[in-house]
């Protein structure tokens, strides 16, 4: 046989912990003493960090192995590992080897918050116990398809501690070194196997002569190497919680669990969360909608398709309610509040349908607003391409201020000084203006079922303040009224008149667009606006057509149409009411403004106001139309008076 060959190397080593349990009975609560067993020496599965294997650790508890003066010096009993004052809830009083255990006596601290502890120590609540201990050295014994044990003859229990669940000692590891925590310096002596007779006895490389002096330990190298380990089993196993969306990182890292541990543990609370049903569900979005809001959704839909049957398609919701007249449909949402209508007249039940809390005014004024917007929004107006949309936060006077060009670059000579120039400013204003109207709905609409008077007349209104806006705006292109400098907006003074009258023709076009582009800003500088809408009375639009469409194809030379697929006609039969001959050329709003149109924030257009008359035994109903408009810059519109 071949004596076994032995290598001794070093390395420092944080404090490690271990668990025990005890029983309560051994509680004296008048001293607040309690016996404790602190190791039983059992084999714990640990893993080594630096040889990436894992190994059972076996503590010796021969006496001569285990220095106990830390312990018999008064070492602290903690209420968990953490080193801090307030976290120390008592004291060793005396530690003792007997019978293969470890075994101290503690003294429990009479502060106030300790007395829970004391209390679940006697009710058998909290009995397990954690020393945490300092090896010096270890014997590491190898055989062949086992685990290498590593036999500590040389350590030290430092302190004890309560732990709320106890090691389990197929699986407990000790967590990676950490920064800045005490170590101690270890001796590993490695035993190997002894060779089979027969074989040759192999030399270990690494294996250094007898009487060799030990290389000293790299502090640093050991801890980056520590730390680099633990931030991998950190980023690892707070990944694997996310991962499965469980709540267990914290707790994982703090035990010192390796990542397969931590996989292990996450598998077995996946399994327990499984069983108990309380797996987290994906969050659901749903829109629900209230019972009020589903019902009056299907009267609306079924009296707006009464009434345009094209426009308004009946869906499910709204077939319950098809073919009731406005006093069914009345009796019907009383009797869906609770309202018993058995014994009332026909004026009562139109009188109880219109009151304030029922649900018959508001569906009646949705129907009335939807009908008002669409025809609002349905009538034609032609004014919207060449004019630009703004919007007023209140009715105060708005001012349209038009700066002129940056001043003309001049030349600096050698030496020479850079002199300062000017910027034209121009001013207009104008303000928003309120228009409405009030009609009333009585009873004897509803018991007549008059649905004309729901649809029919907001529909109205609708047009009328669409025509409303289109009246104001082209009044500013006939009215021709004078603009903040005094002068009329089509003015010679302003370059947009022309000097002679003509009709329609390539000739008076191409004068109309080469006065345009000779416009200058308030600076004198040339600006080449180019027109892009041909404005006409309904009476020039054939002729205007002639000239602008792609459609006519010349035969010759001189037939060729330069403003083919250029301009874009618009005809509006209002400028008719001013004048059957006069056209107007205009340019893209994005270009210069021209006419600027305005609402009131957040109200553009049209709006309906409803409420229970007062005045009229029924419902009123008001239209409502902020808007105003106003000519900005004379310099992108062109008038010739025509012949």
């Keep these: 046989m071949t004596t076994p060959a032995t290598r001794e190397t070093r390395r420092a080593l944080p404090v490690q912990q271990r668990e025990a349990s005890f029983q309560p009975a051994t509680l004296n609560e008048e001293a607040r003493t309690v016996e404790l067993v602190w190791s039983t020496g059992a084999k714990v599965r640990r893993y080594d960090w630096w040889e990436d294997r894992?190994?059972?650790?076996?503590?010796?508890?021969?006496?001569?192995?285990?220095?106990?003066?830390?312990?018999?010096?008064g070492a602290p009993l903690l209420k968990d590992h953490?080193?801090?004052?307030?976290?120390?809830?008592?004291?060793?009083?005396?530690?003792?080897?007997?019978?293969?255990?470890?075994?101290?006596?503690?003294?429990?601290?009479?502060?106030?918050?300790?007395?829970?502890?004391?209390?679940?120590?006697?009710?058998?609540?909290?009995?397990?116990?954690?020393?945490?201990?300092?090896?010096?050295?270890?014997?590491?014994?190898?055989?062949?398809?086992?685990?290498?044990?590593?036999?500590?003859?040389?350590?030290?229990?430092?302190?004890?501690?309560?732990?709320?669940?106890?090691?389990?000692?197929?699986?407990?590891?000790?967590?990676?070194?950490?920064?800045?925590?005490?170590?101690?310096?270890?001796?590993?002596?490695?035993?190997?196997?002894?060779?089979?007779?027969?074989?040759?006895?192999?030399?270990?490389?690494?294996?250094?002569?007898?009487?060799?002096?030990?290389?000293?330990?790299?502090?640093?190298?050991?801890?980056s190497e520590?730390?680099?380990?633990?931030?991998?089993?950190?980023?690892?196993?707070?990944?694997?919680?996310?991962?499965?969306?469980?709540?267990?990182?914290?707790?994982?890292?703090?035990?010192?669990?390796?990542?397969e541990q931590a996989r292990a543990a996450v598998l077995e609370h996946l399994a327990a969360r499984d069983a108990a049903g309380t797996a987290p569900r994906t969050p659901q979005i749903q829109t629900v909608q209230d019972e009020v809001d589903v019902r009056r959704a299907g009267v609306e839909n079924a009296i707006l398709n009464r009434a345009a049957p094209g426009k308004h398609k009946l869906d499910d919701n709204g077939r319950q309610y098809r073919g009731l007249s406005l006093l069914e449909v009345g009796r019907s949402l009383l009797e869906a509040q609770g309202i018993n209508t058995r014994g009332l007249d026909k004026m009562e039940i139109a009188t109880r349908s219109m009151q304030a809390t029922g649900d018959f005014p508001a569906i009646l004024a949705n129907v009335a607003n939807k009908t008002l917007r669409a025809a609002y929004e349905n009538a034609p107006q032609t004014f919207r391409p060449f004019t630009k949309q703004a919007s007023a936060p209140d009715f105060k006077q708005i001012q349209r201020t038009q700066v002129g060009d940056a001043p003309t670059l001049k030349k600096v000579n050698e030496h020479g000084e850079f002199t300062y120039?000017?910027?034209?400013?121009?001013?207009?204003?104008?303000?928003?203006?309120?228009?409405?109207?009030?009609?009333?709905?009585?009873?004897?609409?509803?018991?007549?079922?008059?649905?004309?008077?729901?649809?029919d007349m907001p529909a109205k209104f609708g047009r009328a303040a669409a025509n409303l806006e289109s009246d104001i705006v082209w009044g500013i292109v006939t009215a021709n009224a004078a603009m903040a400098d005094g002068v009329a907006l089509f003015h010679a003074d302003h370059g947009n008149l022309a000097a002679a009258n003509a009709v329609i023709a390539v000739a008076s076009l191409g004068i109309g667009r080469a006065a345009m582009r000779k416009q200058t800003s308030l600076d004198g500088q040339l600006i080449n606006v180019m027109p892009q809408f041909l404005l006409v009375p309904a009476a020039l639009e054939t002729v205007a057509q002639q000239y602008t469409s792609a459609a006519y194809v010349s035969t010759k030379?001189?037939?060729?149409?330069?403003?083919?697929?250029?301009?874009?006609?618009?005809?509006?039969?209002?400028?008719?009411?001013?004048?059957?001959?006069?056209?107007?050329?205009?340019?893209?709003?994005?270009?210069?403004?021209?006419?600027?149109?305005?609402?009131?924030?957040?109200?553009?257009?049209?709006?309906?106001?409803?409420?229970?008359?007062?005045?009229?035994?029924?419902?009123?109903?008001k239209a409502r139309l902020d808007f105003a408009a106003k000519a900005i810059d004379h310099r992108g519109l062109w008038k010739n008076v025509g012949a």
């Design 557 to 621: 030379g001189a037939d060729i149409n330069p403003f083919s697929s250029t301009l874009q006609v618009i005809a509006e039969p209002r400028l008719d009411a001013s004048s059957a001959t006069a056209w107007y050329l205009a340019a893209d709003p994005a270009q210069i403004d021209t006419i600027e149109y305005c609402y009131l924030d957040g109200n553009e257009g049209v709006y309906l106001e409803t409420r229970n008359g007062f005045e009229v035994d029924g419902m009123e109903i």
């Design 226 to 259: 520590a730390i680099a380990a633990e931030r991998t089993r950190t980023a690892d196993i707070t990944a694997l919680c996310k991962r499965h969306n469980v709540a267990l990182a914290d707790k994982l890292i703090a035990d010192g669990s390796t990542v």
């Design 421 to 455: 120039g000017t910027i034209g400013e121009g001013k207009e204003t104008y303000q928003l203006a309120t228009y409405g109207r009030i009609i009333a709905i009585t009873r004897q609409a509803i018991i007549n079922d008059d649905l004309s008077a729901f649809t």
């Design 82 to 223: 953490r080193a801090s004052l307030d976290n120390i809830i008592g004291v060793v009083v005396r530690a003792w080897i007997e019978n293969g255990e470890g075994r101290a006596l503690v003294r429990f601290s009479e502060r106030a918050d300790v007395a829970a502890i004391i209390a679940d120590v006697k009710a058998g609540i909290l009995r397990n116990i954690s020393v945490g201990y300092a090896v010096r050295k270890y014997e590491i014994v190898k055989e062949e398809g086992a685990v290498d044990i590593y036999r500590a003859v040389d350590w030290e229990p430092q302190e004890l501690s309560f732990v709320a669940i106890p090691a389990d000692a197929d699986a407990q590891v000790r967590s990676a070194p950490q920064p800045g925590a005490e170590r101690t310096e270890c001796i590993f002596i490695n035993r190997a196997q002894p060779a089979t007779q027969g074989a040759a006895t192999m030399a270990d490389p690494t294996e250094k002569p007898a009487g060799t002096p030990v290389d000293p330990i790299n502090a640093d190298q050991v801890r």
């Design 54 to 73: 894992y190994y059972d650790e076996e503590l010796s508890l021969d006496v001569a192995h285990v220095r106990m003066e830390r312990l018999n010096a």
